[in-house]
């Protein structure tokens, strides 16, 4: 059976290739007995997939049964799959077969199999390797026959990390992954999907035709669509039964979709961020200057090692002396040393005019904080004073915001 026939078969809508692919995938793999774990958002069809594989398999004269996995409570869902013996637990009052039973020689599909819990996932691998379970309460083995197909609508890989899931049920299910394309990324199907449900509505509630113009239809195909077919189709419902003007607009159109589903994909603001990633640039502004202090001053120390004296780069270097003592704002210490900076003569020169220069500078020997809250105060102090105490000044030169800059304040007591 091709493709178009399969979607005749089971009323599929649409010509996306990543649609086709899925479908002849599932094509593939239903004359097999192999187990597939099926994977889509909600809404996407997984379900119609599941019929797929069932009736075109030998099995399709056999039984199928859905079962959601989220929605059966953890106490009851090994009772609900494997059956148990009377008096098992509390209100067992008498024996009840599972599913994995009632549907000997058929499929079953588990919806949902992220939010199966532990217990009952090393039970199923053992059904899937053996074909073998136990009832609750009971000792005896049971045999059965049963093609499983699974699916969920979160990334299992993920689970199976955090511990959530067992990686060899992971992997045994797994044995033929099967992914079903989001509505957003078929585009081209969603108008005829829309006027396919549209279509079937009116004629179900004998209303007039639905009729979107131009710039309706493109807001239709842009949407983001989060619940994806599902979503699209109760849409099309609230159309055909509420609006009496039949030409849907633009406008119309954007009051059936939710506020904030249509934004969850928009870029998010950071605001919230914004304070940590401030006070980030500050440390990394304030080790940048760190490291070029002491880089000149390694560079000073070199020279007056190597030379004897300061050589003919003087100026630059007693420029970035004074800066170094000029940026640590430290109490004064009461002892004093004296640097005595040397320009060597040049006896070679033309120039009558050698002259011996001895500069004699004062310094505060003083011990330089490498605490970044220190420096972090510093600049913020600086700031200030360059602006004249003008807080949103001071923070656009610190490149904060001005909450972040007056909470700052208060933290530091400046």
Not at 207 to 214: A, H, S
Not at 295 to 318: C, F, M, R, W
Request: with cysteine.
């Amino acid at each position: 059976m091709d493709i178009q026939e399969i979607k005749q078969r089971f009323g599929i809508i649409g010509n996306s290739p990543l649609l086709n692919r899925a479908i002849n995938i599932a094509n593939q793999v239903s004359p097999t007995d192999i187990s597939v774990l099926i994977t889509g958002e909600s809404g996407s069809g997984k379900e119609v997939f599941s019929h797929i594989i069932h009736q075109m398999s030998p099995r399709k004269h056999g039984p199928f049964i859905a079962v959601n996995c989220g929605a059966i409570p953890e106490g009851t869902i090994d009772s609900e799959l494997f059956g148990h013996e009377k008096g098992a637990y509390t209100g067992a009052i008498g024996e009840r077969k599972g599913y994995f039973e009632t549907v000997n020689g058929g499929t079953i599909f588990l919806d949902e199999i992220a939010e199966m819990p532990l217990g009952t996932q090393a039970r199923l691998l053992r059904v899937l390797e053996s074909g073998q379970y136990i009832r609750v309460g009971s000792s005896k083995v049971e045999k059965t026959n049963v093609r499983v197909i699974a699916a969920t609508n979160v990334d299992v890989y993920d689970a199976v990390k955090a511990g959530r899931f067992r990686e060899d049920l992971y992997y045994r299910l797994n044995t033929v992954p099967l992914r079903i394309p989001p509505l957003r990324d078929r585009k081209e199907d969603i108008f005829l999907l829309f006027r396919k449900f549209t279509s079937d509505f009116t004629d179900k509630y004998r209303t007039p035709p639905i009729q979107l113009d131009d710039e309706a239809q493109q807001v239709l195909i842009n949407y983001s669509w989060p619940g994806n077919v599902r979503q699209l189709k109760n849409m099309a419902e609230q159309l055909a039964v509420l609006e009496r003007d039949r030409i849907i607009t633009a406008p119309t159109l954007l009051t059936y979709i939710p506020h904030e589903a249509s934004s969850r994909n928009l870029p998010m603001r950071l605001d919230h961020q914004k304070e940590d990633f401030s006070e980030r640039d500050i440390l990394y502004k304030v080790l940048f200057d760190m490291k070029r202090d002491m880089v000149e001053l390694k560079k000073l120390v070199a020279d007056i090692i190597e030379q004897g004296g300061v050589s003919t780069n003087y100026p630059n270097h007693a420029q970035t002396l004074t800066k170094l003592y000029r940026d640590i704002e430290l109490p004064v210490n009461n002892n004093e040393t004296q640097f005595t900076l040397q320009q060597p003569v040049n006896n070679n020169s033309s120039n009558n005019n050698n002259t011996d220069y001895n500069i004699t500078h004062e310094a505060e020997e003083v011990e330089e904080s490498l605490s970044l809250v220190d420096k972090e105060s510093d600049l913020i102090r600086k700031a200030l004073k360059k602006h004249k105490g003008k807080r949103k000044l001071a923070a656009n030169e610190l490149g904060i915001s001005e909450r972040t800059l007056y909470r700052k304040i208060k933290e530091l007591d400046l």
